[in-house]
């Protein structure tokens, strides 16, 4: 692992990308392209794209309760399309898991498949809950269509430009994480090899990240797994130290990506303070 930090014991990263395609990069010390970054729940985006693309292809509709397709979570009575709204009453994470906060609440469930009854909504169905255990249970209903939900996404959602870096499995030589008070790399949230991987578990180079940003903002809809508000559509994510904040302008298609270890939510206001401060042409 490599522990990045600045004077400020925070680094950060941060892209703005033009409407012609263009990229403009800043960052607050000298970064390693090379290194791969935790999206957290940007990997959301992603597994909202890629159970869009199976229903459209005719894998189910999104109308479909997950019960149906999932023989082994018989209660989980919701449709496939309020698990991607966040809107099937489903938890944030199990309480389960937050018994011991200061410790990594992922570890428990590493290598092993969500428990069935955490896919039993505890929320009322319908009502707004966002939801780190839903975008889980996606990934069982792409396991239990396509065969595997990070294989099938990887060949049909990720484009040729996509597919170089994102990984579930970092080396360990190449991972960004943040570094500790007494300067060693602080180890991340074990979220890539458990039932939450589709929910927050992909890494991939800053370069990669931007890609897929400017991929997902292609149309003029919101995409898969965003939220749309105050006349931009965004989506972040965080984890123990990373946290990454991808923003696009409704008025111009700008969009701004920031990646930061140390910072926390105040790589939101980055993103947006990006876009506003920006005077490119064609931003506006």
């Not at 170089?164 to 949230?189: F, I, K, Y």
Request: aromatic share 8%; charged share 25%; net charge positive.
């Amino acid at each position: 692992m490599v522990a990045e930090r600045s004077r400020r014991k925070a680094s950060w990263i941060s892209a703005l990308v033009l409407p012609d395609g263009g990229v403009e990069r800043d960052a607050s010390g000298n970064f390693d392209h090379r290194l791969l970054r935790e999206w957290g729940s940007v990997t959301k985006s992603l597994t909202a794209a890629a159970v869009t693309e199976a229903a459209r292809r005719g894998s189910f509709s999104l109308d479909d309760e997950v019960a149906a397709l999932v023989p082994r979570l018989p209660r989980a009575k919701y449709a496939i399309g309020e698990l991607i709204e966040h809107r099937s009453g489903l938890l944030r994470v199990p309480w389960q898991m937050m018994l011991r906060p200061s410790r990594d609440p992922y570890r428990s469930v590493a290598n092993r498949a969500l428990p069935e009854r955490w896919s039993v909504p505890l929320g009322d169905r319908g009502a707004y809950l966002y939801s780190n255990t839903g975008y889980a249970v996606l990934g069982e209903v792409l396991d239990a269509t396509t065969g595997g939900w990070w294989d099938w996404t990887r060949q049909n959602v990720f484009g040729a430009d996509l597919a170089r870096s994102p990984t579930l499995a970092p080396d360990q030589e190449l991972m960004a994480v943040h570094s500790g008070t007494n300067g060693a790399p602080r180890r991340p949230w074990t979220l890539s090899n458990g039932p939450f991987a589709a929910a927050g578990g992909v890494w991939s180079t800053f370069d990669d990240l931007v890609a897929f940003a400017r991929w997902s903002a292609r149309g003029a809809d919101t995409p898969p797994g965003w939220s749309r508000r105050d006349g931009a559509d965004f989506i972040n994510g965080a984890t123990r130290d990373a946290h990454v904040s991808i923003v696009r302008s409704l008025d111009d298609g700008c969009v701004a990506v920031v990646h930061s270890l140390g910072l926390g939510f105040a790589t939101d206001s980055m993103a947006v303070d990006l876009l506003r401060t920006a005077r490119r042409p064609g931003c506006s």
